[in-house]
């Protein structure tokens, strides 16, 4: 039998990006813990590893698209533009990672395949791509909401004899400049990637299944004033982040959308408009525009109004302009519409015309035209939120793996874990806060480094209970449920996947409220979490 006192390490963390960064240096540096976390990728950064593609880029903005821990570094590390590249991005957590001199814990190239808990022995077994076990006392998944590539299987696709990629694995020597290129998907990342693209392709084909609501980015160089008074600030921005709905750095407005003037409405979407940013534009114009349908409408319309006047070309406007809520992901480009006046930029809507099947030489729609390209680009998102979870083989109390416990969507308590699963922990699991990623990401682990403190003062075993998940999956679904979202087809619940059961997978109450719920079930003795080492069924 073995010795929960004598596993090969305390924790065992999967994943390198923001989230298993910061769990790392929790439990080892503050917690003093043996901890080790591994990452399929060659190097640190998660998402940030792999999303290479042109115009990869963060859509929050740069002061608060960082920890806020290390306060020092807030006052050292610089930046010069609004928004952060991919680069960027990834040069920032390298230097998190070196100051705190996590890389001698972190084993890249190293794929997780399984976890198992042994239930008699109280350890998890955690076996890598390549075999190798290492036993552990706890467990934190650190796998990142989009991080499980989408890759429809389209009649044809692996006969394409050009270049065919998802933008979620792009290969670092990969070029499209003076190439005919075409992208399938106008979500997030197709969008910035068609604005990227266009510009040095020979030709650009965009096909597109659902047409987009996007607002500007307002993305440029900042001065080393602005640069100055974000540090100078930074008490009060966490601050304000962490109690806020969304945590993007800016006051939410608390105006209902009706209670104004048509006139005041329209100053107050252009003024936000030529500010810039999708979540400025949803939450600080109107406090409803995500909840009652006329105000949604109001904004819409004003969108839609603004596809009118950038795009000459009135069929491909007519194209471009949705019909639906604006309801999903708030998108920001820059110059995403405009993109469409370029002459080397053809627009095909595959909801009117659709894909029959991809040749040897490109895309062949059902009218019967070809169109020729040597790269092909999938943007077609992600498996969100479980995906990474369901291709793992990961067994709780009883053999019960993942897949059964999720068979009717996926589930947590508070999303961070899940009834049947001791000591193991889930950073941006089901149902936590749709906000910013970074502090959203703090307050989680925050949250799961208490729980484990706790428990190594006790039974050194913790457990959702049964009864505190459905409570919090009821709780999670009632708030969906008050607001627009469920109503548009979109991967925040699962439906950019063919045969995925919709289901809600995000605390939509927002960060500010979920951080209090946190301190609520920490002050009630981390109610809803069993911490006796007894199996939490009989404690439902």
């Known amino acids: 039998m073995t010795d929960p006192q004598k596993a090969d390490l305390d924790a065992v963390v999967i994943g390198a990006g ?26 640190i950064g998660g998402t940030w590893y792999w999303n290479r593609y042109p115009g990869a880029m963060s859509d929050t903005e740069s002061f608060v698209y960082r920890y806020s821990f290390d306060e020092q570094m807030l006052q050292e590390w610089d930046w010069d533009t609004r928004y952060l590249n991919q680069p960027d991005i990834l040069a920032y957590l390298q230097a998190v990672v070196d100051r705190h001199d996590l890389g001698r814990d972190i084993q890249l190239d190293t794929g997780i395949d399984s976890a198992v808990y042994d239930e008699a022995n109280g350890v998890w077994t955690v076996t890598t ?22 890759f429809p299987d389209i009649t044809g696709r692996d006969s394409f004899e050009g ?8 290969p670092a020597d990969l070029t499209t400049d003076g190439k005919r290129v075409g992208v399938i998907g106008t979500g997030s990342t197709g969008c910035q990637v068609i604005c990227a693209v266009a510009k040095t392709a020979e030709h650009l084909t965009v096909f597109q299944r659902s047409a987009q609501y996007s607002v500007p980015s307002g993305n440029g160089p900042v001065s080393r004033e602005y640069v100055d008074g974000c540090r100078s600030e930074y008490d009060r921005i966490w601050g304000q982040v962490k109690d806020s709905a969304v945590g993007f750095g800016f006051t939410e407005s608390d105006v209902p959308a009706m209670s104004v003037s048509p006139e005041e409405r329209r100053r107050v979407f252009q003024e936000n408009w030529e500010i810039g940013n999708g979540f400025r534009f949803m939450f600080g114009t109107f406090s409803d525009i995500a909840v009652d349908e006329d105000a949604n409408a109001a904004a819409a319309d004003f969108i839609r109004s603004k596809i009118d006047e950038i795009v000459d070309d009135p069929e491909t406007a007519r194209k471009l302009k949705p019909t639906d809520l604006y309801a999903k992901r708030p998108l920001c480009n820059k110059d995403y519409y405009e993109t469409y006046n370029r002459d080397n930029v053809t627009l095909v809507s595959i909801k009117e015309n659709p894909i029959a099947e991809i040749t040897p030489n490109g895309v062949r729609t059902a009218d019967g035209v070809t169109h020729e390209l040597d790269v092909l680009v999938f943007a077609t998102g992600f498996d969100a939120v479980d995906g990474q979870y369901t291709r793992m083989d990961l067994r709780g109390r009883g053999g019960t793996t993942i897949q059964q416990h999720w068979k009717d969507g996926p589930t947590s308590y508070l999303g961070v874990a899940t009834a049947g699963f001791p000591n193991m922990f889930m950073i941006l699991g089901p149902n ?29 075993v913790v457990e959702a209970t049964g009864a505190a998940e459905d409570a919090w999956t009821e709780t999670c679904r009632e708030i969906a449920d008050m607001t627009l979202f469920p109503k548009a087809d979109s991967w925040i619940f699962g439906a950019n996947i063919p045969g995925k059961k919709n289901a809600v997978m995000f605390y939509m109450a927002g960060l500010g409220n979920y951080r209090q ?19 939490a069924s009989a404690q439902a």
Not at 163 to 170: D, E, F, R
């Open 18 to 43: 923001f989230a298993g960064i910061y769990m790392l240096h929790k439990l080892r540096d503050e917690l003093g813990l043996t901890v080790r976390a591994f990452d399929k990728a060659g190097g």
């Open 129 to 150: 791509d390549d075999g190798a076990t290492v036993t552990a006392r706890y467990v934190v998944t650190a796998l990142g909401l989009l991080s499980r590539t989408n």
């Open 163 to 170: 270049t065919l990629v998802h933008t979620g694995a792009w």
């Open 432 to 460: 936590g806060p749709f906000s910013n990623i970074p502090p959203a990401i703090e307050i989680q682990v925050e949250m799961v480094f208490d729980l484990i403190r706790a428990a190594e003062g006790r039974s050194g």
């Open 517 to 535: 719920k946190l301190v609520d079930v920490a002050d009630a003795g981390y109610e809803g979490f069993d911490l006796e080492g007894a199996p």
